[in-house]
């Protein structure tokens, strides 16, 4: 068996999407597990709708997700750059094989004409086919048009080649994820593979690129199918060996329809900016549609490869269940040192001044913080009342429904008084509060859990957050006190 060289193909007309690189982790698990080859080809052959931007985002993503291409551009060595735009100068070589050889023609018809097949198409209530008007035109024909300044575009002759290559109109071929699946060529017309500015269409440039580079394989999304028909004919008709293909069912949001911005984030780089991290974006991203053999789900890209079979990738469509990605990336989290946390947060930590805890009060804050994290951009909301020194924002329902109240007051009160006495350290803080707590309960009946709520509340500005006794000693005596005493009436 060849040597497997497979190839992801984005088309830079935006930020690198996550079903994107869904494909685009399959190719590299399907290249690492028989040792074979990784391509990245940027299709850029729609100028309008490309931007370096898009590129630059496409390389940063699937860099950022380790899908490191052996092949493509801004890599070392004596490939590349594969981008389409830079091989124009290949593509007529081709159209010409395939007009000698009479699997193409040129075809002369306007917009306008095609439109006018169109709309009778539609009165006579049948699918529009090309009705092949310009396959038989005479070079005196072609003249006469050319005199008019008419500039033709190349198609692709359908009929022929499937009559070449092929016993009957079906085309049949053995799907890697779906099985056999097979239509019938006379309900897909002449098709242009080169328009008349001389630019190749995508179902063209695409076979040619696919044999000059070797691809022995295609997986990408089910919304190519019908193409893979026309690319298999192109293929066969210029004695190009074809590649195995495989189509991978769509990735649908919660409520089953294309996932879309409205949903959340769908670019790569939209999940890293909210705080997933890459390892767990890609290890979710590998579970739709295909799962371990082990039934554990947290794994490793190098894991999944040495796991990865093709043939067991579903034909269904997949839901992009955020929760889940959210509740995968918690775990994630919890995993990374204390130390790389600290760094890795900071980003999110931009709107408060860091200057005012020292490193230690810095790094025992990421601790007390971190377990309930799903998201790095969660810490933001989390950490606001370790800042501001001896003042507090707090909010307006906590104010009113727990401070002010007459419980509360009496804990601060007490609270206040007593603790400008207390050792403030960790362990002591603990030992002094659970028998504050204590005291309250047996003198007054108070639950303890609302003896803390006051403390908490006039501290923090909260009812709920980190661990009280460590965060009492993050602030510092002098801090939560003056915020205790500005909670009394």
């Known amino acids: 068996m060849s040597e497997v060289r497979v190839r992801i193909a984005p088309s830079p007309s935006g930020n690198l999407h996550v079903g994107t690189a869904r494909t685009a982790l399959f190719n590299y698990l399907f290249a690492k597990k028989n040792n074979g080859k990784f391509v990245l080809r940027i299709e850029d052959t729609d100028a309008e709708r490309t931007s370096q931007e898009y590129v630059d985002n496409i390389f940063d993503s699937l860099k950022a997700l380790g899908l490191n291409w052996d092949e493509g551009p801004d890599v070392g060595g004596n490939y590349g750059p594969y981008t389409q735009s830079e091989r124009f100068d290949i593509y007529p070589k081709y159209i010409q094989e395939l007009l000698d050889k009479g699997f193409a023609y040129e075809c002369f018809c306007t917009p306008e004409e095609l439109e006018a097949e169109k709309e009778e198409a539609t009165r006579n209530k049948k699918p529009y086919v090309y009705t092949r008007k310009c396959e038989n035109l005479t070079e005196e024909e072609k003249a006469k048009l050319r005199a008019e300044g008419r500039k033709p575009a190349i198609r692709f002759n359908i009929a022929k080649a499937q009559k070449a290559f092929h016993e009957s109109s079906i085309l049949e071929f053995d799907d890697l994820v779906k099985g056999k699946l097979h239509m019938d060529t006379d309900l897909i017309g002449d098709f242009v593979i080169m328009k008349s500015n001389g630019a190749p269409t995508y179902n063209y440039a695409v076979v040619i690129d696919d044999a000059l580079m070797h691809i022995t394989h295609v997986i990408r999304g089910e919304d190519h199918i019908s193409n893979t028909y026309k690319q298999i004919l192109i293929f ?70 040495a796991d990865f079979r093709i043939g067991e990738i579903s034909s269904s469509n997949s839901i992009f269940e955020y929760d889940k990605l959210k509740w995968m990336n918690s775990q994630y989290i919890k995993k990374i040192p204390t130390e790389e946390l600290k760094e890795m947060l900071k980003k999110y930590l931009t709107k408060y001044d860091l200057t005012e805890l020292t490193d230690a009060q810095y790094t025992r804050m990421i601790e007390i913080t971190r377990e309930p994290l799903t998201l790095l951009s969660d810490i933001t909301d989390a950490v606001p009342y370790f800042f501001g020194g001896k003042n507090v924002e707090i909010d307006p329902e906590v104010q009113t429904n727990t401070i002010e109240t007459e419980l509360s007051q009496d804990v601060l009160k007490t609270f206040v008084e007593q603790a400008e006495t207390w050792e403030w350290t960790e362990e002591n803080l603990h030992e002094k509060l659970e028998a504050f707590r204590g005291y309250f309960k047996e003198q007054k009946g108070y639950k303890p859990k609302f003896t803390m709520w006051a403390i908490r509340a006039a501290v923090t500005g909260r009812t709920c957050g980190a661990d009280m006794v460590a965060t009492l000693v993050i602030l510092g005596k002098e801090n939560s006190l003056a915020r205790a005493k500005k909670a009394l009436k």
């Open 236 to 305: 066969e008709a210029l004695g190009f060996e074809v590649p195995r293909f495989g189509h991978l069912g769509m990735i649908l949001a919660p409520d089953r329809s294309k996932l879309s911005k409205r949903h959340g984030a769908t670019a790569v780089s939209d999940f890293v900016e909210q705080g997933y991290l890459t390892d767990a974006l890609l290890n979710f991203v590998a579970l739709l549609g295909w799962a371990p053999s082990d039934g554990e789900e947290i794994k490793t890209v190098d894991e999944i490869a």
